[in-house]
């Protein structure tokens, strides 16, 4: 009967984490899906009427905001799932991450004013290799060979997806490696340090999902608010929100979602690691786009569906022969 409970166990742990990992991906994809309509319909609406229209233009300040609210939401998880259990992670390595994301997107958003869209998106896409090289070389992390080979399936299936030429661009030929790509570059950089500090993080400390997005936010509402009374920025954020004040119930909203999807991110960095959690959110905003095809009916392209298949093909590897084998205890 015992051999039969033992036996038992295995399967049930693996049933378990697979519907972890699918509660994570599916509250990341519903949470961001959200998430990017309230983004666009906050910064891309107008705001007043006639010649007074003005549109929203405090893109610091909102994520200001948005790291309010998320450790706010960390809080009270923590009170809530918690309780007093001790966080013994070092503060220093909760702001490094902190400012290494951060970093990661002030630089991919400032990369805009250098290079189109579609190159940046190409960029972000690329997300999970600088976490899987900087976790090998930094970490001394090991990864079957099929790990790797997923990976680049996925990514170049993501980039083949979401890439669109720009067309109305004369001198695409004459484009050459420049500051903008530099700022990519730097931004790939960030992430993957920051999923260095992650991964040390719950290897080391077996840091919890909400105390790391607690501090990480927490960090990061410093850095921030120092950035936005240093400009100024948010006093005409507040003198903005004066004269529009219907816009505040969509910022709240979209401070709500991060903090859900937040929570499940650092769920998903925290039970499966940074690398798994990069192919996450990399591939959420395949599916995202995907999914409208599927329902609007929307023409896919040659190169799309090419893209897709590379996508479901790593998937598929990464989930049959990309799990990396378990250390043996010396």
Known sequence: MAAGKAAGRPASLLHNERVRFTVCFLGVFVCYFYYGILQETITRGEYGQGEKTEKFRFAQTLVFIQCIINAVFARILIQVFEGSRADHTKSWLYGLCSLSYLGAMVSSNSALQYVNYPTQVLGKSCKPIPVMILGVTILRKKYPLAKYLCVLLIVSGVALFLYKPNKS??????????????????????????????????????????????????????????????????????????????????????????????????????????????????????????????LFGNVISSMQWVGTILVFLGLGLDAKFGKTPKKTPH
């Open 169 to 294: 661009s004369t001198n695409a030929d004459e484009h050459t490696f420049g500051f903008g790509e530099i700022l990519l570059l730097l931004s790939l950089t960030m992430d993957g340090l920051t999923g260095v500090a992650q991964d040390h993080m719950r290897v080391r400390f077996q840091t919890s999902a909400y105390h790391m997005m607690l501090n990480i936010n927490m960090w990061s509402t410093l850095v921030l608010g120092l950035a936005v009374l240093w400009t100024g920025e948010v006093w005409e954020f507040l003198s903005f929100i004066e004269r529009h004040p219907s816009i505040f119930s969509n910022i709240l909203l979209f401070g709500l979602t991060s903090a859900l999807g937040q929570t499940f991110i650092f769920m998903t960095v925290v039970y499966f690691g940074p690398l798994t959690c990069s192919i996450v959110t990399t591939t959420r905003k395949f599916f995202t786009i995907l999914g409208s095809v599927i």
